[in-house]
């Protein structure tokens, strides 16, 4: 890590995966350290998206200690693959010394906070004595590892800051293959599921037509009533065209006034349903439709990072609250809450919902998705924007191409009818559908 040496402050220092902390040294030249377990590496890129932002005492005290730090020391520690940053601090009251501990490690890979004794202030991952020889806790010293030997390669890099590019690079096409592949199954197994659903819903027509059968039933019961008698199974009558019929009776019904109400009630849920089939239809198609937009987008992505974005790992064990309306759905980047609507119910549910300082966002003069940016009074990022704008392209259109998408607080939107609307003092951003 020599190359490091010339850097003398940390200007930035946070979480922004579950596995990765970035490091920027300068704004021009972010690293990036993925600890996770097995397969630690550092990297470099010029902009890695972040899911969400963390607040983990680990997240808090690694903010607090480090960001706009003075680097006293960089080294990397012998017979061991730990790098070890030592830093400065101002504090109001003395100056405060930390040291920020790397550890590729393997299976037990950890990032650990010291101060300058050596006691542990947090760590990325607590390890306790029946897991390991060397406890990881808050207020115990840290025992240094025993020193081990490792085959390295010897071939000298002449340019350290291309190979962490370019080792990246390989990394990451590996990788995405792979995470597409598990994202798109995942979608995969959904849409089957609701293609299925799709395919098992009744005909209208047939419902109607097998609804107006049992209301003849019905009448032709009540009109026969008189030459019928209790626990009848069936009936030889004439319908009101002069055609002889056999009406098989209910099993469980006792009188003829019992079978005709059974008719009856049987004959008005069916149009009932064929009224409202249409409906389960209608959202079962945008929702296959939102799926198959998604998976296409997950598809096209260039990126680990954006694929997560568009489907991100859900925790183990953790209770999934229930989502404000099935209509909607939400995204989450660099801790913005980005929505946008499935279909015309979800697009007026998000105006509505939506409070005076959000961010809105739809095409430019052609029908599509309504965005909502969740904004807390200050103006997002450029990279939230484009993002969000990509997602209203991706899920409004099928057609590759550039499009314009306009921008405004949504104190500058104007509900007309339904999702239409007029806007006034809005921006324009311009985002690529592959």
């Known amino acids: 890590m020599e190359h490091l040496k010339k850097y003398k402050k940390i200007n930035l220092i946070e979480k922004v995966a579950d ?3 970035k ?3 300068d704004k021009d030249n972010p690293y990036f350290f993925d600890m996770c377990r097995g397969d630690s590496y550092i990297f470099q890129k010029k902009t890695y998206k972040k899911l969400r932002n963390y607040n983990s005492p680990f997240d808090v005290l690694l903010s607090k200690r480090f960001i706009n ?20 601090s101002s504090s109001k009251y003395k100056l405060q010394s930390s040291i920020l501990q790397f550890e590729f490690t393997g299976r037990n890979t ?3 906070i010291l101060d300058e004794n050596l006691v542990i202030l947090e760590a990325f991952r607590h390890i306790d004595l029946q897991n390991s020889f060397r406890e990881v806790k808050v207020g115990v010293n ?27 690079e390989k990394r990451e096409l590996v990788k995405l293959e792979v995470v597409k592949k598990q994202k798109t199954l995942i979608i995969s197994k959904k849409l089957k599921k609701l293609q299925k659903l799709l395919s098992y819903l009744e005909n209208e027509e047939e419902l109607l037509e097998k609804s107006e059968v049992l209301q003849m039933n019905g009448n032709l019961i009540l009109s026969n009533i008189h030459n019928m008698k209790n626990y009848q199974k069936e009936i030889e009558v004439l319908d009101f065209e002069g055609r002889a019929r056999i009406i098989q009776l209910p099993s469980d019904t006792r009188t003829p006034a019992e079978a005709a109400n ?24 945008y929702k296959i439709t939102f799926l198959q937009r998604l998976e296409m987008s997950i598809f096209t992505s260039s990126a680990i990072d954006e694929v997560n974005l568009y489907l991100p790992k859900q925790p183990k064990k953790v209770k999934i609250k229930q989502r404000e309306d099935t209509n909607v759905e939400s995204f989450f980047i660099e801790g913005y ?22 961010i809105w966002m739809h095409l430019k003069d052609i029908p599509s998705t309504h965005v909502i940016i969740k904004n807390e009074k200050k103006t997002p990022p450029q990279l939230v924007l484009e993002f969000a704008a990509k997602l209203c392209v991706q899920f409004s259109t099928t057609t590759e191409g550039g499009y314009l998408v306009d921008y405004t607080y949504r104190r500058n939107v104007k509900i007309r009818d339904g999702a239409n609307v007029n806007y006034v003092d809005y921006n324009t951003i311009k985002a690529i559908k592959a």
Not at 156 to 167: M, Q, S, T
């Open 23 to 25: 490091i920027v040294f």
């Open 110 to 112: 950890n990032v650990i």
């Open 337 to 358: 809450k980005i929505s946008l609507g499935k279909n015309e119910k979800g697009n007026i549910f998000l105006l509505k919902k939506a409070k005076m300082s959000d």
């Open 262 to 285: 059974r008719f009856f009630q049987r004959g008005k849920k069916l149009k009932q349903k064929s009224k409202n089939i249409h409906i389960e239809r209608e959202n079962l198609t």
């Open 142 to 168: 840290l025992i240094p590892l025993p020193p081990r030997e490792f085959k390295e390669d010897k071939e000298p890099i002449l340019d350290i800051e291309g190979f962490l590019v370019k080792e990246y």
């Open 19 to 21: 596995t990765i902390i």
């Open 69 to 88: 730090a003075k680097i006293d020391k960089m080294e990397v520690m012998d017979g061991n693959r730990i790098f070890r940053i030592y830093v400065g």
